[in-house]
């Protein structure tokens, strides 16, 4: 019975087998072109982190650098001017969202979607006399690769601006605005793709 139930058992076939199931390995010396062939191609492999050597999957947040440096071009953005004056960027009171650098199969993918409220001021320019200008410009959703589809809400204090003249003037500003911050926008994307 116990014999039986060795020739049975799990591993029979690798007990009674005579030959390898794989032939053995044959070695061979590296030449030095060999060598120096595997050095560059592990050098060529400086994506995502040494862990991930493979490159299958790693996402990285750069919201610390992505942050400040969508502050910074904003704050930076030119003066605009609009059929009744100019307005400029002076405070960007909100900047929130996330930055990611993701790795996907040895191919490094950035993207980013933020929410942005600026603060402005200005001159409002009439035939009568010039007025201080003053208020915010939101960004609903900046997001990689849709600065196309741009959405801005612009509101004015209520004080500075009569109530007939306000929402043309809110729009006067939003489609000046526009522009240049998308072109912000756009510098910083080049820059993340960069990194």
């Given at each position: 019975?116990?014999?039986?139930?060795?020739?049975?058992g799990y591993t029979y076939w690798v007990r009674q087998d005579t030959q390898q199931a794989a032939p053995a390995p044959?070695?061979?010396?590296?030449?030095?072109?060999?060598?120096?062939?595997?050095?560059?191609?592990?050098?060529d492999r400086p994506l995502g982190s040494v862990w991930n050597q493979a490159g299958t999957w790693e996402e990285k947040s750069l919201n610390s650098w992505a942050l400040g440096r969508v502050k910074e071009l904003l704050l930076a953005a030119e003066t605009v001017s609009f059929p009744q004056g100019t307005a400029r960027v002076t405070e960007v009171s909100n900047c929130s969202g996330d930055a990611t650098l993701v790795t996907v199969?040895?191919?490094?993918?950035?993207?980013?979607?933020?929410?942005?409220?600026?603060?402005?001021?200005?001159?409002?320019?009439?035939?009568?006399?010039?007025?201080?200008?003053?208020?915010?410009?939101k960004v609903l959703d900046?997001?990689?690769?849709?600065?196309?589809?741009?959405?801005?809400?612009?509101?004015l204090k209520d004080r500075l601006v009569?109530?007939?003249?306000?929402?043309?003037?809110?729009?006067?500003?939003?489609?000046?605005?526009?522009?240049?911050?998308?072109?912000?926008?756009?510098?910083?994307?080049?820059?993340?793709?960069?990194?």
């Amino acid at each position: 019975m116990e014999a039986l139930k060795k020739a049975t058992g799990y591993t029979y076939w690798v007990r009674q087998d005579t030959q390898q199931a794989a032939p053995a390995p044959v070695h061979k010396k590296l030449s030095a072109s060999d060598i120096a062939l595997q050095q560059q191609s592990s050098q060529d492999r400086p994506l995502g982190s040494v862990w991930n050597q493979a490159g299958t999957w790693e996402e990285k947040s750069l919201n610390s650098w992505a942050l400040g440096r969508v502050k910074e071009l904003l704050l930076a953005a030119e003066t605009v001017s609009f059929p009744q004056g100019t307005a400029r960027v002076t405070e960007v009171s909100n900047c929130s969202g996330d930055a990611t650098l993701v790795t996907v199969r040895k191919k490094k993918r950035v993207g980013y979607s933020f929410e942005i409220t600026i603060k402005f001021n200005g001159e409002l320019t009439s035939s009568e006399a010039s007025k201080d200008l003053e208020g915010s410009v939101k960004v609903l959703d900046a997001a990689y690769g849709e600065l196309d589809d741009l959405q801005l809400e612009v509101s004015l204090k209520d004080r500075l601006v009569a109530a007939d003249e306000k929402s043309r003037v809110e729009d006067a500003i939003g489609k000046s605005f526009l522009p240049v911050l998308r072109q912000q926008l756009a510098l910083f994307e080049a820059e993340l793709e960069q990194r």
